[in-house]
């Protein structure tokens, strides 16, 4: 019998989702709280997915902000100063344990409601505006090109 990848409940049918560009496997109730559902079938007959990106809608709302980029490491090194196993953490927050450490490990990343309760859970920080990021890179840029000029002088 398969299992939901974030609640872990037994599945009769599964609801393929993505969220944020990973194909996951989750019960219903998980399929319509995190992701944008890719197809649903009977447990035991999967077939492939052939047309994953193709519908891609993108959420207007949520294209000005990003992760930031060390997420996963702050939210292992905060469920550490916690003082919380992965075990117990995942249950806190009531998502399955190999969800939290595939979100640890960088290998998923974590759905809006998810982020939403790490950051309130661990009260961190884990997501950015691009557009701080867009301006911090041209001041970088902007030094480089003084060094350059310092540097043909
Ligand atoms: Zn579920």
């Known amino acids: 019998m398969m299992e939901c990848m974030i609640c872990g409940k037994e599945l009769k049918i599964v609801y ?5 560009g990973n194909i996951i496997e989750t019960c219903e109730n998980c399929a319509k709280a995190h992701g944008r559902i890719v197809e ?11 047309s994953k990106f193709e519908k891609r ?4 709302i949520e294209e000005d902000i990003e992760l930031v980029e060390d997420f996963n490491e702050l939210i292992r090194n905060s469920r550490e100063k916690f003082g919380l196993s992965l075990e117990e953490a995942a249950r806190k927050l ?13 290998e998923i990343l974590p759905d809006k409601k998810t982020l939403k309760k ?13 557009e701080s990021k867009k301006l911090e890179k041209k001041s970088q840029e902007d ?3 003084i060094a350059d000029i310092v540097e043909i002088k």
């Open 16 to 20: 393929k989702v993505e969220i944020d």
């Open 40 to 50: 649903t079938f009977r447990s035991g007959y999967e077939k492939e997915i052939n």
């Open 57 to 60: 809608e993108i959420d207007p």
């Open 94 to 106: 009531g998502i399955k344990e190999s969800f939290l450490a595939k979100i640890e490990s960088g």
């Open 118 to 130: 790490m950051e309130k859970f661990f009260k961190i920080k884990l997501e950015e505006k691009i």
């Open 143 to 145: 030094k480089l090109r």
